[in-house]
């Protein structure tokens, strides 16, 4: 017993002792310093460039989808078939300016690929939660949205707005960063917009004019 | 000579005694890690700097389209319409540097919104348009600025511009109203 204890108390006196030696040792301080807080120095650095360029992109984002919103339903309509219309055109044309407030991300008015956009008209439903998509606009290869399916409305949106027509701008952007010390996975941005028509009550798009 | 070789002999003990100094090894240490941890520190800085700026600028670029939008801008002159945009800009900016793009947007293919050029000393070399948008119309006003940046050791620089520094742009579309 005495002769298998006295090898591992040799083992714990020689540990003490190289721990004692470790503790004393106060040579490199400065570089072993420099080793523990450059690791977070570098993840601040990336996160910072990370966190301040999505912010950015995605400030950009919302306004793009509010211009968009925006232009569309501050169209002047013509009756066309007792309906309150606008020519597909017009629409194509109101996405392809909105696509510009993404400048420096997106070029213009050639937008860049990983900017997407979608215009559609919706119908509030009875629920006041939900709403019927009319008609849907892709933008730069984005896919529309089925005519009649059901879009979930923000919170709060639809209350009190059963039978009104809101015109949605949305905007999608796949964001890359920067891969710069700490691994970062590309993102997509996106936001939705609602407003009303201004001139009118709904307005009808004109496939194909 | 006797002289000569007793200076030669207090140079080499001297020379041995400061290849032997213990003292001063942390001073040592740290001018070797500064550079690299320097760098790391102002590129943060300069990153948060940046980011505040460019969120300054678009605010700015923002409230000015609304000054179009609404007909307030339109008699102004480019000069005018210039410092009009520099009102509602933080101190931080130059205005003298601050560039303005404004032009009514007939049609898709016609915007023109190509970044500035420079010339060799940081001049602004391209023309950008200005013209004010009519009621009904569709604008596109740009609001940029070259924010000055300096270039770091080991590469890291975030200028975009050939005169070193880093190009922020706001781009606003908007129609305008009825007068």
């Known amino acids: 017993m005495t002769n298998a204890s006295a090898p591992i108390s040799n083992i714990l006196r020689r540990a003490a002792h190289v721990g004692r ?22 993840t601040m650095f990336a996160l910072l460039l990370y966190g301040a360029e999505a912010f950015d992109a995605q400030r950009k984002v919302t306004l793009t989808a509010r211009t968009v919103t925006d232009l569309i339903t501050q169209t002047t309509p013509t009756m066309v078939s007792g309906k309150p219309s606008v020519p597909q055109s017009s629409i194509d044309a109101d996405l392809s300016y909105a696509s510009c407030v993404m400048t ?35 933008f730069n290869g984005a896919t529309a ?65 | 000579m006797r002289s000569l070789r007793r200076l030669f002999n207090a140079g080499r003990r001297a020379a041995a005694a400061f290849a032997t100094r213990r003292d001063g090894g942390p001073a040592a240490e740290f001018a070797l890690v500064a550079p690299i941890f320097i760098v790391v520190v102002y590129a943060t800085a300069q990153c948060a700097i940046i980011f505040i700026c460019n969120s300054y600028l678009e605010t700015a670029a923002e409230e000015s389209a609304r000054q179009v939008l609404t007909n307030q801008a339109g008699s102004l002159s480019a ?43 940081g001049v602004l070399s391209s023309t950008l348009p200005y013209q004010q948008p009519t009621s009904g119309q569709i604008g596109v006003l740009q609001v940029m600025y070259p924010w000055p940046v300096i270039g770091l050791p080991l590469g890291w620089n975030f200028a975009n511009l050939g005169n070193g520094a880093y190009l922020m742009t706001s781009t606003q579309v908007f129609k305008v109203e009825a007068q």
């Open chain 1, 104 to 138: 420096p991300f997106s070029s213009c008015p050639t937008p860049s690929s990983n900017l997407t956009m979608l215009a559609t008209e919706v119908l509030i439903n009875s629920n006041q939660t939900t709403a019927t998509v009319q008609w849907s606009e892709p």
């Open chain 1, 145 to 209: 949205r089925v005519v009649g399916s059901t879009v979930t409305l923000p919170t709060g949106l639809g209350t009190g707005q059963q039978g009104n027509y809101f015109i949605m701008g949305e905007v999608y952007y796949v964001y890359t960063p920067l891969n710069l010390y700490t691994p970062a996975s590309v993102m997509t941005l996106h936001d939705a917009i609602y407003l009303t028509p201004r001139a009118s009550a709904s307005l009808n798009m004109l496939v194909g004019q």
């Open chain 1, 21 to 42: 030696a470790l503790r004393d040792d106060t040579r490199a301080m400065a570089a072993v310093e420099a080793a523990l807080i450059l690791p977070v120095a570098l």
């Open chain 2, 79 to 121: 000069a005018q319409f210039k410092t009009a945009v520099c009102a509602d800009m933080p101190a931080l900016f130059n205005c003298a540097s601050v560039m303005i793009s404004l032009q009514p947007a007939t049609s898709e293919s016609s915007i023109n919104t190509a970044p500035p050029t420079f010339n060799s000393n």
